[in-house]
């Protein structure tokens, strides 16, 4: 996911992702998520989902790390 120009996560938001996350891990693929700035980013580690998906700064190297 390209989260450049998000400006708030909350938690139906992370929901969302985790789910996204055990979906693709189910199938056999990854969740990267890029972009994630300020308060999003922040969110993210506060709930440790910066340790179960990869983040990127940006979607060209989240794309070239697959």
Do not use: R, W
């Amino acid at each position: 996911f390209d989260l450049t120009g998000v400006t708030y996560l909350d938690s139906s938001g992370i929901g969302i992702l985790m789910m996204c996350h055990a979906k693709l891990k189910k199938a056999g693929g990854a969740l990267h998520i890029a972009g994630a700035q300020g308060m999003v980013e922040e969110t993210l580690e506060l709930t440790s989902l910066n340790k179960i998906v990869m983040l990127y700064p940006t979607a060209a190297e989240a794309a070239d790390s697959f």
